[in-house]
């Protein structure tokens, strides 16, 4: 077979991604800054979700140059590179040291607490290779991360109802679903959705007696809770140290403040570790042997997290706590004086839900508010509402958060005053009926997304940032069915249909 060489007249068409000519940095940077102008702010602390920022230039430019250095050794092979095994180890330490373990305790590092979670089913399900249809017992609270770990490692996920009143898992609702095939039970420290610690050493407990490992999923926590207790807040016991605790997953991005892609996951033995590896010898290339899901992977993050660390110390950290306890105490008690707002729960972290006062003459509309919040300068993150408990808008607060809570507040107030005379929210029924009958898998990425406007979407209107009409739609909609919708949404919206 022969094949005629090509010419510059049979390359491919331009394309924005690729120019024939490289660029400057500057062009570079410069459209950047463009492409990121509608973009939240990462720092200052009014993004209260997503993005953690210390306030202290010095520990993120010391992070920065970290990474930078790292950024071209691949942890693919740690002989290759020792010194990713040197910083891995001192990260490692330090956050068992501060979470009941010690030097000797097992760990990884991941690149975030997804990868560590999934990591930790992976290990109590390859524990137990007896059991052919593995599960998981989770309070419904439950990070989303345990339901995606089960659907790619094939293992059930069966979650128990929680307290109504706490928000805390509910003991003797995880236990009466373990049975033969219960491969870890799960506890929250605090979960992400309400702020509020599970009864770990009471889960832990059952679950030990009856032969199965627990994980603490102290992603957002872990670097937080102990500082806090330092800081005089009463933390019930969670870690390692808490008998029958056999594995628990730390995010080094969040309240480590860490460059992201940085989370460390704990096990009390080497054992389970052993069993969160993948080794493959089986084809004719290297042998392939991973720590983590990924395999060639920049040591960026690792170095970053490394340099966080070191450029804070112990006694940043105190600092940070404190001053996200502090604010996190203003804000509870400024919302409880907002008419028609509540907090959700006991909160025992820096993690706040809001919801609506059923007392209140006139419920308010949370999602109208989270936009007008929006528009003023600080975003709420809108949390639907799912089996008996209630939509909520979440605030996650740092260490920068204390300069700026009585600011929130009369934002919070004003805008409240603003939404409250459009009552409660009223989705459109015909939409609601409409998406529940029809069979949005069998649309192609054109279809779905001229369906958008009709549910009051606009991506790439003057009102993309207006998510209320999409959130009364989703939140009157069954879970299954907002999956089915934000998974084709997201289909759509890296397609050429929603413009942008």
Request: net charge negative.
């Amino acid at each position: 077979m022969t094949t005629s060489p090509r010419t510059t007249a049979d390359a491919p068409a331009a394309h924005p991604g690729l120019p024939e000519t490289g660029r400057s940095g500057a062009d570079l940077l410069a459209e950047l800054a463009a492409l990121t102008a509608a973009d939240l702010p990462t720092r200052g602390g009014n993004t209260t979700a997503y993005v953690y920022d210390s306030g202290r230039p010095e520990v993120r430019e010391a992070a920065e140059r970290a990474y930078l250095t790292m950024m071209e050794v691949n942890g693919l092979d740690p002989t290759a590179f020792p010194s990713i095994v040197a910083l891995e180890r001192q990260v490692v330490g330090a956050t068992a040291a501060r979470l009941g373990g010690d030097d000797s305790t097992p760990g990884i590092f991941t690149s975030g607490g997804t990868e560590s979670i999934i990591l930790a089913v992976k290990a109590a399900r390859d524990a137990r290779p007896d059991v052919l249809a593995p599960e998981i017992v989770v309070p419904v609270t439950a990070h989303a991360a345990f339901h995606k770990a089960g659907s790619y490692l094939r293992v059930t996920v069966r979650s128990a109802p929680v307290d109504p009143g706490t928000y805390r898992a509910d003991p003797a609702a995880m236990a009466g679903l373990c049975n033969e095939n219960t491969v870890l039970v799960v506890a929250s420290a605090p979960s992400y959705a309400h702020g509020v610690i599970d009864p770990v050493a009471e889960i832990a407990a059952d679950a030990a007696a009856r032969g199965i490992p627990c994980h603490v999923d102290a992603c957002v926590g872990g670097w937080l809770l102990p500082w806090l207790a330092e800081a005089g807040a009463t933390v019930p016991a969670f870690d390692l140290s808490v008998p029958g605790v056999t594995s628990l997953s730390c995010d080094l991005h969040k309240f480590g403040y860490a460059p992201k892609g940085a989370s460390v996951l704990l096990f009390r033995d080497e054992a389970l570790r052993l069993d969160a590896y993948y080794a493959c010898a089986t084809w004719p290339g290297y042998t392939v042997v991973n720590s983590t899901i990924q395999s060639s992977k920049g040591a960026g993050p690792l170095a970053g997290a490394w340099a966080t660390l070191q450029a804070l110390g112990a006694d940043g950290y105190r600092e940070l706590g404190r001053a996200a306890l502090s604010a996190t105490r203003r804000l509870i008690s400024g919302v409880e004086e907002i008419d028609g707002l509540t907090v959700l729960g006991t909160p025992e972290a820096t993690l706040v839900a809001i919801g609506t006062d059923p007392a209140a003459p006139a419920p308010l509309d949370l999602f109208a508010l989270a936009d007008e919040t929006r528009a003023r300068g600080f975003f709420l993150q809108p949390q639907l509402s799912l089996d008996g408990l209630p939509a909520n808008l979440h605030l996650t607060l740092t260490g920068v958060s204390e300069r700026g809570v009585e600011e929130l507040l009369t934002v919070l107030r004003e805008c409240a005053d603003a939404v409250r005379p459009l009552g409660p929210p009223t989705p459109p029924a015909d939409i609601v009926d409409l998406l529940t009958q029809v069979d949005l898998t069998e649309l192609d990425n054109a279809s779905f997304a001229a369906l958008l406007p009709a549910a009051g979407v606009d991506p790439a209107g003057e009102n993309a940032a207006r998510m209320a009409p999409v959130n009364r739609l989703l939140d009157a909609l069954p879970a299954k069915t907002r999956e089915v919708i934000v998974t084709r949404f997201l289909s759509a919206l890296y397609s050429p249909y929603l413009g942008g």
